[in-house]
C-alpha cells in the first residue's frame, strides 16, 4: 500500500506477485487468490491497466493450474476482477477470454461458463466486433441482448438481409440447445422489423421472407419427434438455406442432434466447418 500511495506501481506489483506465490507454496489458497484480487483492483483503481490486468491473468491461470472448480465463489471473484477493468477494453477482453477457457476446463458447461460468455460478449460488443460479440452472447444465456445487438447491426445492413441476420443466430442457438433463447430472439426481432406478423413462432403470421419462415417452422419442429417432417421443411426451403454456405452445417448438425438424421456428407471441413466446430466447443474467436 505504501508503494501503491508514493506511485510505485511496479514495485507495489512486484510484492503482490511475491506475496501471491508464498501463499500458493504454502497452499493458502484463499489468501494466494485474495492477494491477486486485491492486487488487481487496486491496480486498476490507480489506471495502472497494465499491472492490473497482469495480476487478473495470473488468477486465471492459477485457477486452471489448481483446477479451481467453477462455482458461485470463484466466479465472485472473477467477476470482482472484471468490475474493476475499463469496460470494453482489450485488456478485459483478454482476461475474460481466459476466464472464459478456465471455467470451459474445470466447470459443469464444456464450451465454458453462461455468464462468463455473456460478459465476454458484451465485451466484444462495445469494441465493435459483433460477429465474436454474437457466438459468445449465443452461448450467454441473455437472448434480450442478443437481440438487441442483431437489431443494431441489422439495421446498418441492407433491408433484404436483414432475415440472415435473424436465420443465423436462430440456428446457432439451436445448435448449442438453447432452444427457449432462439425463440425469445425469433420474437423480438421479428416484432421489431415486421409490425403486425412478427411475434412467438406459435403466434407470428406468414412472413415476407421464406429464410425466416423456414426459421419458424424449424423452432416449431425441434419441440417435436418429427424427422420426416424435417426432412421435408429442409426440401422446400433448400433454396433458402443456400443462401448463407454456413447454414446447411447448421441444418446438417440440427438434423442430427435433434431428429437423428445422419448428413448425406459426413464431416464439416473447411471454414464453415471451424465455425461450426468453434461454436459448439466455445473455441477460439475469429480473430485468433
Known amino acids: 500500500e505504501d508503494d501503491v500511495g508514493a506511485g510505485n506501481y511496479y514495485e507495489a506489483q512486484q510484492v503482490y506477485k511475491s506475496i501471491f506465490y508464498r501463499y500458493a507454496s504454502q497452499n493458502k489458497d484463499a489468501e494466494a487468490v485474495e492477494m491477486l484480487v486485491e492486487g488487481g483492483c487496486t491496480m486498476l483503481k490507480h489506471g495502472q491497466i497494465t499491472c492490473g490486468s497482469e495480476l487478473a491473468l495470473l488468477?486465471?491461470?492459477h485457477f486452471?493450474?489448481?483446477?479451481?472448480?467453477?462455482?458461485?465463489?470463484?466466479?465472485?471473484?472473477?467477476?470482482?476482477?472484471?468490475?474493476?477493468?475499463?469496460?470494453?477494453?482489450?485488456?478485459?477482453r483478454a482476461f475474460l477470454k481466459s476466464a472464459v477457457r478456465w471455467s470451459s476446463e474445470h466447470g459443469e458447461h464444456k464450451a465454458g461458463e453462461p455468464s462468463l460468455h455473456r460478459r465476454l460478449g458484451l465485451c466484444q460488443w462495445a469494441l465493435g466486433d459483433r460477429t465474436n460479440a454474437q457466438r459468445h452472447l449465443v452461448r450467454g444465456k441473455c437472448p434480450e441482448e442478443l437481440a438487441a445487438l442483431l437489431i443494431g447491426w441489422a439495421n446498418e445492413g441492407l433491408p433484404h438481409e436483414r432475415d440472415l441476420f435473424l436465420a443465423r443466430c436462430v440456428l446457432q442457438c439451436i445448435c448449442v440447445q438453447y432452444l427457449l433463447d432462439a425463440n425469445v430472439v425469433f420474437e423480438k426481432y421479428t416484432s421489431h422489423f415486421y409490425p403486425g406478423l412478427g411475434g412467438t413462432p406459435e403466434n407470428c403470421k406468414p412472413l415476407p421472407s421464406?429464410?425466416?419462415?423456414?426459421?419458424?417452422?424449424?423452432?416449431?419442429?425441434?419441440?417435436?419427434?418429427?424427422?420426416?417432417?424435417?426432412?421435408?421443411?429442409?426440401?422446400?426451403?433448400?433454396?433458402?438455406?443456400?443462401?448463407?454456405?454456413?447454414?446447411?452445417?447448421?441444418?446438417?448438425?440440427?438434423?442430427?442432434?435433434?431428429?437423428?438424421?445422419?448428413?448425406?456428407?459426413?464431416?464439416?471441413?473447411?471454414?464453415?466447418?471451424?465455425?461450426?466446430?468453434?461454436?459448439?466447443?466455445?473455441?477460439?474467436d475469429d480473430d485468433e
Not at 210 to 235: I, Q
Open 64 to 92: 486452471i493450474k489448481f483446477k479451481k472448480p467453477v462455482n458461485d465463489e470463484s466466479l465472485g471473484v472473477i467477476f470482482r476482477l472484471a468490475d474493476a477493468f475499463p469496460p470494453g477494453t482489450d485488456v478485459l
Open 210 to 284: 421464406p429464410l425466416l419462415n423456414f426459421c419458424r417452422f424449424l423452432l416449431l419442429l425441434c419441440h417435436r419427434d418429427a424427422a420426416p417432417l424435417f426432412r421435408v421443411l429442409c426440401d422446400k426451403y433448400q433454396p433458402s438455406i443456400q443462401r448463407d454456405p454456413s447454414f446447411q452445417q447448421y441444418v446438417d448438425h440440427i438434423g442430427k442432434s435433434y431428429f437423428n438424421i445422419q448428413p448425406v456428407q459426413a464431416g464439416l471441413g473447411g471454414m464453415f466447418g471451424d465455425i461450426l466446430k468453434n461454436l459448439m466447443g466455445g473455441g477460439q
Open 59 to 61: 488468477l486465471t491461470d
